[in-house]
Each structure stands twice: as structure tokens, then as C-alpha cells.
């Protein structure tokens, strides 16, 4: 599976963004998907996952209730849509896809397949 994230950019506190995922080489509609970050000088972070049966969507305390993660397994897709952004946000983002089912979402390790990251900037 090849990731490629988009939709990275410049945007100001308060402010929102979809952050976009798309594979090829395989249907990613049996696998686990996620978002993680790192901003400079830091590990990189779980944001969020969504496991392939029934949706069931994780997010990070961080981010929960300002961030939505979306599927769209027709497409190859997965996007990541980002509210009420703060300077704390910023970071560069990965997508990256989990093909079993029960590995902990959470863990970096969980994942086989990374996509390059976007950057996300936010100014105060």
C-alpha cells in the first residue's frame, strides 16, 4: 500500500483544515487507518484511527471533539478534518494504515504502511 497526505498548509488559530489520504496499490477497506503527528523536537503522536470493521473511530485526548476522521473505502481515501486548530497543533501529519484488526491503534508499530506526512502550521 503507498499513502500520499495532502492538505497540509498555513492557517490561523481558530481556524480548520482536511488533511487528505490516498492509497494505491491495494483497497484499504480491511485495514485499521491513522493519523499521527510530530511536531519539531518531539516523538512522533497518535491523533486518531479508524478500525475497518464498523468505523469505530479512537482520537487523542488532544483532540477530541475538534478533530473528525473519515473513511471513504469506494475511494481509497481517508481524510482528517481539523477544527478550532491551535498553535499546539501544528506539526508535520502521517497517515498511515494498520492491515490486522487487533494491534493497538495507538502504537506507531501497529502500522505497516506510512505516507509521507503534510505539514500543518497554525499561528497564533
Known amino acids: 500500500v503507498q499513502l500520499q497526505a495532502s492538505g497540509g498548509g498555513l492557517v490561523q488559530a481558530g481556524g480548520s483544515l482536511r488533511l487528505s489520504c490516498a492509497a494505491s496499490g491495494r483497497m484499504i477497506s480491511m485495514y485499521t487507518m491513522g493519523w499521527f503527528r510530530q511536531a519539531p523536537g518531539k516523538e512522533r503522536e497518535f491523533v486518531a484511527a479508524?478500525?475497518?470493521?464498523?468505523?469505530?473511530?479512537y482520537y487523542a485526548d488532544s483532540v477530541k471533539g475538534r478533530f473528525t476522521i473519515v473513511r471513504e473505502n469506494a475511494n481509497n481515501m481517508m481524510y482528517l478534518q481539523m477544527n478550532s486548530l491551535t498553535p499546539e497543533d501544528s506539526a508535520v501529519y502521517y497517515c498511515?494504515?494498520?492491515?490486522?484488526?487487533?494491534?493497538?491503534?495507538?502504537?506507531?508499530?501497529?502500522?505497516?504502511?506510512w505516507g509521507q506526512g503534510t505539514l500543518v502550521t497554525v499561528s497564533s
Open positions: 498511515a494504515a494498520d492491515p490486522s484488526y487487533y494491534r493497538d491503534y495507538v502504537k506507531l508499530a501497529s502500522y505497516d504502511y
Open positions: 479508524i478500525k475497518w470493521r464498523g468505523g469505530t473511530t
